[in-house]
Nanobody, 124 residues
Framework: QVQLVESGGGLVQPGGSLRLSCAAS????????MAWFRQPPGNKREFVAT????????NYARSVNDRFTVSRDNTNNTMWLQMNILKPEDTAVYYC?????????????????WGQGTQVTVSS
């Protein structure tokens, strides 16, 4: 089993920045990819960003490209999401996820392990 714990959410004004962290523990040897998803109020969970755990290659949702950056330290088993130029539409619960398969990197159903989520609210 893999345990994931997110931190770093909060309230920020439009145009501001936040950095989310995801600490991973447990059986990590088979982890292939990790990702960030988010669930806005009243909406489905959606893909934000993903990173290949060994190579560090990244992919982003179009809505966050050029504003968000995903990174990882696989020595210390931590992933981050640096969020800049935040907009009200970025308001959501942000989830960290991990998977040990090579299925679609964009689909939440392909991820086996999830954190509890951290709230990000962008408002003036």
């Amino acid at each position: 089993q893999v345990q994931l714990v997110e931190s770093g959410g909060g309230l920020v004004q439009p145009g501001g920045s936040l950095r989310l962290s995801c600490a991973a523990s447990g059986r990590l040897t088979n982890i292939y990819r990790m990702a960030w998803f988010r669930q806005p109020p009243g909406n489905k969970r959606e893909f934000v960003a993903t990173i290949n755990w060994s190579s560090g290659n990244t992919n982003y949702a179009r809505s966050v490209n050029d504003r968000f950056t995903v990174s990882r330290d696989n020595t210390n088993n931590t992933m981050w999401l640096q969020m800049n130029i935040l907009k009200p539409e970025d308001t959501a619960v942000y989830y960290c996820a991990a998977k040990d398969n090579s299925g679609s990197r964009y689909m939440a159903d392909m991820y086996d392990f999830w954190g509890q989520g951290t709230q990000v609210t962008v408002s003036s």
